[in-house]
């Protein structure tokens, strides 16, 4: 496959049906020093297991470090790294102080930072008028300042160096607002902006490349773990995710982004993609649409059901 051109047009995931070969592209990512945030579970673990396939030297953090290990053994199980080739660095995102101390052990570790994906995050399933405060301060200190205050810390390594990749994972919802997310959607608009506004400053070094990645529902741990109406209170688990897009999926459908240099990917099936394009071009129409659906999530919240049973009941109805 040819390299493509770096470009803003929204990468749509059946694209690139399910059962095509491994492209060459993937393995431009060959020996680059890959930094995952979110790397415990979900998205973040399969993209480091993907990578371990590649040959690239990983550093895994997130909060729980025992599933840090636990998705080491997994890369050196089954992927062409070795035991020196990934380090497990626990990290905690709202915890500002940390982050240039950990920039530090990965450049004493490996020498460089190729690329940093922002992928750590959490997500929220509750109203705005039965949620705390406390809930929305978490969701932008977590999802926002923290992957924030990461990036200024590697930034400076990268100017340095002229080169580097900035990997965001941001949402679909950062495009196209839903309730029981208000918090969740508000942080993930603010990286867009962020970003978007970053890769404006940094137009004199053309070597150092921005990658927003938007997926649509994927099948990971993010619902189970969504904040609800009290920063201590859980979610049920019980939470059928047999409808939305694979992880492997989503993240094969990333790595041919990141190497390509794609600048605003957006992945998911429809008719959540279908969502995104009339927020993006008919924003009046799609936010009578949402208020139209919405009514039915918050029903089938209130009604302890999936609040994703329209998108379920879309999808299937496609398929």
């Not at 673990?45 to 953090?61: C, I, T, W, Y």
């Not at 977590?142 to 990268?158: A, D, E, Q, R, W």
């Not at 649409?289 to 049973?309: A, M, S």
Request: aromatic letters at 8%; one cysteine or more.
């Amino acid at each position: 496959m040819a390299r493509a051109t770096p470009r803003w047009v929204p990468f749509i995931a059946y694209h690139l049906p399910c059962n095509c070969p491994p492209s060459s592209t993937e393995w431009e990512l060959t020996d680059m020093v890959v930094w995952v945030t979110g790397a415990s579970s979900g998205i973040g673990e399969e993209l480091a297991f993907q990578l371990s396939k590649l040959g690239v030297s990983l550093v895994l953090s997130a909060r729980r470090a025992q599933e840090l290990e636990r998705v080491k053994r997994r890369c050196l199980e089954n992927g062409n790294l070795k035991e020196k080739d990934i380090l497990v660095l626990p990290l905690d995102l709202t915890d500002t102080s940390s982050h240039e101390a950990a920039t530090k052990a990965v450049l004493q570790e490996f020498g460089k930072i190729d690329i940093l994906v922002n992928n750590g995050g959490r997500s929220q399933r509750s109203l705005v008028l039965e949620t705390n405060l406390d809930v929305f301060k978490e969701l932008i200190n977590l999802n926002y300042i923290g992957t924030v205050s990461l990036t200024k810390c590697v930034l400076p390594h990268m100017i340095e160096r002229k080169q580097g990749k900035i990997v965001t994972v941001n949402s679909i919802a950062g495009i196209a607002s839903v309730s029981l997310s208000s918090g969740y959607c508000a942080s993930k608009h603010a990286l867009r902006g962020f970003f978007n506004a970053l890769h404006s400053e940094l137009g004199q070094y053309p070597g150092i490349t921005f990658c927003n990645v938007y997926p649509g529902p994927v099948q990971s741990d993010i619902v189970k773990n969504a904040f609800t109406e009290e920063v201590t209170k859980s979610m049920r688990n019980n939470i059928d995710q047999s409808y939305k897009m694979p992880t492997s999926r989503c993240v094969r459908l990333m790595l041919i982004s990141m190497a390509n240099d794609l600048k605003e990917v957006w992945i998911s099936d429809h008719p959540v993609l279908l969502g995104a394009y009339i927020w993006q071009y008919m924003p009046t129409w799609a936010a009578w649409l949402n208020c139209k659906l919405g009514k039915e999530r918050i029903q089938n919240f209130k009604n302890n059901l999936d609040p994703d049973l329209p998108y379920k009941f879309l999808k299937a109805k496609k398929d």
